[in-house]
């Protein structure tokens, strides 16, 4: 293959490439930061689809079923591609990807921004969807590469800035959409530009390291001497992880959708008191997200996964007979332990199948993405059925499948460390 041959030599003789060990030993803050800030910068993008709901409905005089529609195909192409995309980087990597996809998003916030039919919502969404797409698997595979093996610690730094933009999203969009209107959204396509540059510059970091994994294999020792559990076993430590994606998701739906709506039926607060309840949850799961990876790198992922979904159990239980001030304490524990959850589950599962790290980024935060969906609707339902408080009490008990953690192969890494 003549391409092999020559990107070695061009790895080996061009002076403007790094070299091997610059590009492909210790960690790379620079990249890690890029990284999470674009993923600050995408997160920001696709919040502003449910933020600007309310104003699309009135405008446009929208059914909640038109509504449910534009979740639908957002979180179709948000989630269900990831994996096929991740899947596809694997057998070939393209650094360039990751900028390519931001275009997707631009193309979608400009046209959300000038759109009046649901036909054309519905296209806007499905663009901004297949964006994130393409962002998560392959951001989160050069996250790992860019780890210098601390790949838990990677991880929950590109995770926090997710969270960033997920909660900095709903404000702007509150300041600048809302009194300005729907074609204001068009200002954030400076968002996805600014994304464009900064992923561009990812990309060419990218393409050097797998010239400098062909010359001088780098990267493959990080995963190659590591002796795997069977495929049985790696199938179903994937299904027991799902499961684990699954009732973290569910019960940070409970929260993150309706914990005003609780504070307000339960104790009569005000909107503004509840709304100060809900930013001190989120900035608790902001801190649990960016502690998760780092513990896991030194004591080990799998005591990480138990404690974060198992751990949380004795805070869910008393938390819906808790009063007004123990409620909104016990929110921050139950904050910070369960989002320490998924950057170990990550990185767990990219150890489980190390020649798949596309595949796996794709599979769990589509996954991820889905339940967050799916539980927001369902336990929508069921307070409809019942009523909040008893969405609490039926909640409270989902990290009980943290139990299943127990069931997860143990995985000793062999890594080199500088």
Same mark, same amino acid.
């Given at each position: 293959?003549?391409?092999?041959?020559?990107?070695?030599?061009?790895?080996?003789?061009?002076?403007?490439?790094?070299?091997?060990?610059?590009?492909?030993?210790?960690?790379?803050?620079?990249?890690?930061?890029?990284?999470?800030?674009?993923?600050?910068?995408?997160?920001?993008?696709?919040?502003?689809?449910?933020?600007?709901?309310?104003?699309?409905?009135?405008?446009?005089?929208?059914?909640?079923?038109?509504?449910?529609?534009?979740?639908?195909?957002?979180?179709?192409?948000?989630?269900?591609?990831?994996?096929?995309?991740?899947?596809?980087?694997?057998?070939?990597?393209?650094?360039?990807?990751?900028?390519?996809?931001?275009?997707?998003?631009?193309?979608?916030?400009?046209?959300?921004?000038?759109?009046?039919?649901?036909?054309?919502?519905?296209?806007?969404?499905?663009?901004?969807?297949?964006?994130?797409?393409?962002?998560?698997?392959?951001?989160?595979?050069?996250?790992?590469?860019?780890?210098?093996?601390?790949?838990?610690f990677a991880q929950s730094l590109f995770q926090v800035g997710?969270?960033?933009?997920?909660?900095?999203?709903?404000?702007?969009?509150?300041?600048?959409?809302?009194?300005?209107?729907?074609?204001?959204?068009?200002?954030?396509?400076?968002?996805?530009?600014?994304?464009?540059?900064?992923?561009?510059?990812?990309?060419?970091?990218?393409?050097?390291?797998?010239?400098?994994?062909?010359?001088?294999?780098?990267?493959?020792?990080?995963?190659?001497?590591?002796?795997?559990?069977?495929?049985?076993?790696?199938?179903?430590?994937?299904?027991?992880?799902?499961?684990?994606?699954?009732?973290?998701?569910?019960?940070?739906?409970?929260?993150?959708?309706?914990?005003?709506?609780?504070?307000?039926?339960?104790?009569?607060?005000?909107?503004?008191?509840?709304?100060?309840?809900?930013?001190?949850?989120?900035?608790?799961?902001?801190?649990?997200?960016?502690?998760?990876?780092?513990?896991?790198?030194?004591?080990?992922?799998?005591?990480?996964?138990?404690?974060?979904?198992?751990?949380?159990?004795?805070?869910?239980?008393?938390?819906?007979?808790?009063?007004?001030?123990?409620?909104?304490?016990?929110?921050?524990?139950?904050?910070?332990? *369960? $989002?320490?959850?998924?950057?170990?589950?990550? @990185? %767990?599962?990219?150890?489980?199948?190390?020649?798949? !790290? =596309? #595949?796996? /980024?794709?599979?769990?935060?589509?996954?991820?993405?889905?339940?967050?969906?799916?539980?927001?609707?369902?336990?929508?339902? *069921? $307070?409809?059925?019942?009523?909040?408080?008893? @969405? %609490?009490?039926?909640?409270?008990?989902?990290?009980? !499948? =943290? #139990?299943? /953690?127990?069931?997860?192969?143990?995985?000793?890494?062999?890594?080199?460390?500088?």
């Amino acid at each position: 293959m003549a391409t092999s041959s020559n990107s070695g030599a061009v790895a080996e003789t061009e002076p403007s490439r790094q070299p091997a060990t610059a590009v492909g030993e210790g960690t790379v803050f620079a990249v890690l930061a890029a990284l999470s800030v674009s993923h600050m910068l995408n997160d920001i993008m696709q919040s502003l689809i449910p933020a600007v709901y309310p104003l699309l409905k009135e405008q446009y005089h929208l059914t909640f079923t038109q509504v449910g529609l534009i979740t639908f195909t957002f979180q179709l192409t948000a989630s269900l591609l990831q994996p096929l995309i991740g899947l596809s980087t694997d057998r070939k990597p393209r650094p360039y990807s990751l900028a390519t996809g931001m275009v997707f998003t631009l193309v979608g916030l400009i046209l959300l921004s000038m759109a009046h039919h649901f036909v054309l919502i519905l296209i806007a969404a499905a663009l901004v969807g297949i964006g994130s797409s393409v962002f998560h698997p392959e951001a989160s595979r050069v996250a790992r590469m860019a780890s210098g093996g601390r790949h838990g610690f990677a991880q929950s730094l590109f995770q926090v800035g997710g969270n960033a933009g997920s909660a900095i999203g709903p404000l702007l969009a509150a300041f600048i959409v809302v009194p300005w209107g729907q074609a204001s959204i068009a200002c954030f396509s400076i968002a996805a530009v600014v994304a464009m540059v900064v992923l561009f510059a990812v990309g060419r970091w990218y393409e050097a390291y797998l010239h400098a994994r062909k010359s001088g294999r780098l990267s493959a020792a990080h995963d190659s001497h590591r002796t795997g559990p069977s495929r049985a076993r790696v199938i179903s430590a994937i299904v027991i992880l799902l499961l684990l994606i699954f009732s973290k998701y569910f019960y940070l739906a409970s929260l993150s959708s309706y914990y005003t709506f609780y504070l307000i039926d339960r104790f009569g607060v005000s909107i503004p008191t509840a709304q100060i309840y809900l930013f001190i949850f989120l900035g608790s799961v902001a801190a649990g997200t960016i502690a998760g990876g780092p513990v896991g790198d030194r004591i080990g992922f799998k005591a990480v996964i138990w404690v974060s979904i198992l751990g949380v159990l004795p805070f869910t239980l008393v938390l819906p007979y808790a009063n007004l001030f123990w409620t909104g304490v016990l929110t921050v524990p139950i904050g910070v332990i *369960l $989002a320490s959850a998924f950057s170990a589950i990550m @990185v %767990y599962a990219q150890e489980l199948m190390p020649s798949r !790290v =596309g #595949l796996v /980024a794709g599979l769990f935060f589509g996954f991820a993405f889905g339940m967050g969906g799916l539980g927001a609707a369902v336990l929508g339902w *069921l $307070a409809d059925k019942t009523n909040i408080q008893f @969405v %609490y009490r039926v909640c409270s008990f989902l990290p009980l !499948v =943290g #139990l299943l /953690a127990g069931f997860l192969p143990n995985l000793e890494k062999k890594r080199a460390h500088a």
